[in-house]
């Protein structure tokens, strides 16, 4: 991501503007009422973690939080610190990287240069200063120019990530080592320190400052880049201090032996002389192509464990850009530094805590593999549509192969009558078709969208199914720059509705969603009843002679539920409930029960959000489910901005508030593997021994802080009610056969409103052929 911040319209404010509120609301954040909030209320027994991992002791992985929750707090602020104590498995290690003031006191900051941490620069804007450091000039305020007096009198904490909240900035003061001992309490205490060099060529002695705080802090872990620093204070510290080498990239010098890190890293045996681990970035473990796709790991994780060497891995965090292997989804990522790469690492350093700790306590050991297609459904969106163009073959069968229980098809139309499944009917959201040669010249069909478009019925299925048209993977990210998985971009096949249908009936499946959208013009100008070319389909597919799969046929058309309703079908009907409503008048409850068995509504419709930060929750889907109405929500995805900020960019995190908040009947998602991974975690089933990190967040806890110092993003007007008015709708038009010569199946008509051609006029005789096949 780029500098700039991914929430626009917040300024930052001046220099020390939060501190008069910040002293009064961090007591009660002290005491844990507004942090237990965010984290789902009252304490739960940990049940204790898996005790077979292939670390070098057998133990669990040691969760290691950077600066504390810095994924949403400034780094190293007393809201980060207090955050993820609640947030993490007991006994995580909280991370403070040491830098020295100029009279020599320890403080808790994430880089020595100021500048992009704190509002330093707003508060002594003349004291800038270059310094060579490692080789390199930095420009910038450093700590080592600056009394303890001088940072606490005007110097807050900012946000270093600026694609990250802003609204935490300017809150908390720095917080010196020994308070950071306060902070953390019984917690485990991890030493970063980062510049021994540097410090000492500015009459700071690093070393010193250890031994003179070694009967303050506990100091568990201490950890530096340079080797030297760590041999000169083993004899300093206790043999309860785990002195751990730092690798930096591996072209980089240690200045304090004068080798690089990528040396030192095959010779693991002689830093087993100085130190009892080793932290590297992630790369070391599982390098990654220019093309952002893992390569094989290498073997330093079982180098280091044969030398006698714990071995951690850092720079993990929900926001950042990962390999696509992991399908945007950050807990995928740690099971393969923790489980599923055949080794295990002894700790991981991360942003955002919780996410390791849920990896760890209840994904490492998944439930049996054994699909079940229990509540709630895990429903594809256009199939694996995260990781594949929507709706081709590809698609599909991953989200078979990813645990779905049920598949889904939007069905449309071709110039020849052919029903296929295909996401959208425009051709350009979906397709190539304008660098084809039949590519017809784009049309508005107001009908459909207000914006012109190349349409399936513009186009015959040879068209479709030709090498000339290729699929495009769906962005639905892509103004912050996320593409997904490039290297498919555009591969795969469409599928008829016919072949769609026998996926189905073939596949460990629960069943089948068919998406019937834009019937009435449909019927009007293409003279196509879509609602009975489905169900003709289904039939001859063998859907009517059989009980194993649940055929649900889903429509934003009242009028389409209305109609297959009145035939008296057996199939479920599904009502897609407009976007961005809150509440629903009974009115509109009782019409929709005229017609339909259950609704989709949006994810999104559950909250109110201002600045993404969830407001408040919408009664929507108690209000539905009072109203005997089964609900499914879409649509769930994997990449960090797809969420609001309560649920800290981690996918799992915002399945798991709407699985245990709501009785949901089925998550529709991009990523099935994600949904699927979700039910079969060891954590949720265990009642009241379900781990803090494993309980839903509190919906709108962020706000609730933010409004402690006043810093809360501006209040939005209540979502609209859903009414009658825009349930109800005339009933479906007729589609009368016309009956005209067959021009072959290579004709193309004539733009799409215009109906009396005869490309067009072929369609109903040709669709029962194409069924009947």
Not at 37 to 58: E, F, I, R, W
Not at 255 to 263: A, L, R
Not at 318 to 346: H, K, Q, T
Request: contains cysteine.
């Amino acid at each position: 991501m780029g500098r700039s911040r991914r929430h626009g319209g917040g300024e930052q404010r001046g220099a020390g503007g939060g501190g008069v509120a910040a002293a009064a609301a961090f007591a009660a954040l002290l005491l844990g009422c507004v942090v237990m909030a965010l984290v789902g209320g009252a304490a739960a027994q940990d049940p204790g973690l898996p005790s077979d991992y292939k670390t070098l002791s057998g133990a669990a992985p040691l969760v290691i939080a950077k600066g504390g929750f810095s994924g949403v707090f400034p780094d190293s602020s007393q809201g980060a610190y207090s955050f993820a104590k609640d947030a993490s498995v007991p006994g995580t290690a909280m991370w403070c990287d040491v830098q020295l003031t100029k009279d020599g006191v320890g403080v808790c900051l994430r880089d020595i240069n100021m500048n992009n941490c704190t509002t330093v620069g707003q508060a002594y804007p003349a004291r800038k200063r270059t310094y060579v450091i490692d080789g390199v000039h930095k420009t910038g305020w450093f700590v080592s120019d600056f009394t303890i007096a001088e940072l606490r009198s005007a110097v807050y904490l900012t946000q270093a990530i600026w694609s990250r909240t802003e609204r935490f900035d300017d809150i908390y003061p720095i917080v010196s080592v020994t308070d950071f001992q306060y902070l953390v309490k019984s917690f485990p205490v991890w030493l970063n320190v980062q510049h021994p060099i540097f410090y000492k060529q500015h009459g700071l002695d690093m070393s010193s400052y250890i031994l003179s705080i070694r009967k303050l802090v506990s100091m568990d872990y201490i950890s530096s880049p340079e080797l030297g620093f760590l041999k000169n204070i083993s004899a300093i510290v206790g043999r309860k201090t785990k002195l751990v080498y730092s690798f930096l990239d591996k072209n980089l010098l240690d200045h304090s032996i004068n080798q690089t890190y990528g040396s030192l890293s095959r010779n693991l045996t002689f830093i087993k002389s100085v130190a009892s681990g080793i932290m590297v970035p992630k790369d070391y473990i599982w390098p990654v192509t220019n093309d952002n796709y893992l390569l094989p790991s290498t073997s330093i994780v079982t180098d280091a464990h044969k030398a006698g060497l714990e071995i951690y891995a850092s720079d993990f965090a929900n926001d950042r850009i990962i390999p696509y292997n992991y399908s945007y989804d950050p807990l995928a990522e740690y099971l393969n530094f923790i489980s599923d790469g055949g080794f295990s690492v002894d700790g991981v350093l991360s942003d955002y805590p919780i996410t390791a700790s849920e990896a760890i306590g209840c994904f490492a050991e998944l439930n049996s593999s054994k699909t079940d297609h229990g509540k709630p459904l895990v429903i594809s969106h256009n199939g694996d549509s995260g990781d594949y163009p929507d709706c081709t073959d590809l698609a599909y069968n991953s989200a078979i192969d990813d645990g779905a229980d049920v598949i889904d098809c939007p069905v449309q139309v071709t110039s020849d009558g052919v029903l296929m499944c295909m996401s959208s009917i425009n051709l350009l959201d979906t397709t190539n078709v304008q660098k084809t040669p039949f590519a017809t010249p784009p049309s508005v069909v107001p009908e459909i969208q207000s914006t012109p478009g190349i349409f399936t019925f513009n186009v015959t299925w040879a068209n479709i199914n030709s090498s000339a048209l290729k699929p495009k993977i769906s962005s639905p990210v892509s103004d912050y720059y996320l593409v997904r998985n490039p290297r498919y971009a555009n591969q795969g096949k469409f599928l008829k509705l016919s072949d769609f249908l026998a996926i189905v009936m073939d596949s460990d499946l629960s069943g089948a969603m068919i998406i019937i959208e834009n019937a009435a013009y449909i019927a009007k100008s293409l003279e196509i009843d879509i609602v009975d070319s489905v169900t003709t389909a289904l039939s001859a597919a063998g859907f009517d002679n059989q009980t194993a799969k649940e055929v649900l046929i889903q429509s934003k058309d009242s009028a389409v539920l209305v109609k297959l309703k009145q035939q008296k079908t057996k199939y479920k009907l599904v009502y897609t409930l407009p976007l961005s409503i809150g509440d629903a008048s009974n009115s509109s409850l009782k019409d929709i029960k005229k017609f339909a068995h259950a609704v989709v509504v949006d994810r999104i419709s559950v909250f109110t959000l201002s600045y993404d930060f969830i407001i408040r929750q919408n009664r929507l889907v108690q209000d539905l489910q009072s109203a005997g109405l089964a609900v499914y929500a879409q649509v769930f995805r994997n990449e960090f901005v797809a969420h609001p900020l309560d649920f800290f960019g981690d996918a799992t995190v915002e399945i798991n508030y709407y699985v245990q908040s709501f009785n949901l009947s089925g998550i529709i998602t991009d990523f099935p593997k994600t949904v699927r991974r979700y039910k079969k975690n060891t954590c949720t089933v265990l009642g009241n021994d379900m781990p803090d990190y494993m309980l839903p967040v509190e919906a709108g806890g962020l706000v609730q802080l933010l409004r402690s110092f006043q810093t809360q993003p501006p209040s939005v007007a209540p979502m609209p009610a859903l009414n009658s008015s825009s349930v109800e709708e005339p009933p479906l038009p007729p589609a009368a056969p016309r009956n005209v010569p067959d021009v072959g199946p290579t004709a193309h008509p004539s733009d799409a409103h215009q109906t009396a051609t005869a490309g067009t006029g072929m369609l109903l005789v040709m669709v029962s052929a194409v069924l009947l096949i």
